[in-house]
């Protein structure tokens, strides 16, 4: 897991299904297989050349399993 300050080349960020209208809680997600990098970057929305987070996809999939059983 590494934190980036500096945007990387243009990715393909996406928001969450969940964000919902209000918009002010929302982190994005983008694969870093476009910048050559195996893993998935993690930002702000609304802060979207701040720092990102940089995991690797077994990591953000076990993530995902995790939160998608929570109720």
Wanted: charged share 15%; aromatic share 6%; hydrophobic share 35%.
């Amino acid at each position: 897991m590494t934190t980036n300050p500096a945007p990387l080349a243009p990715l393909p960020w996406r928001k969450s299904s969940y964000s919902g209208a209000n918009e002010s809680q929302c982190v994005e997600i983008a694969p870093l297989t476009n910048a050559g990098l195996d893993g998935v970057a993690i930002r702000d929305s609304k802060k979207p050349n701040g720092p990102m987070l940089q995991i690797r996809p077994a990591t953000f999939h076990a993530f995902v399993k995790h939160v998608s059983t929570q109720t």
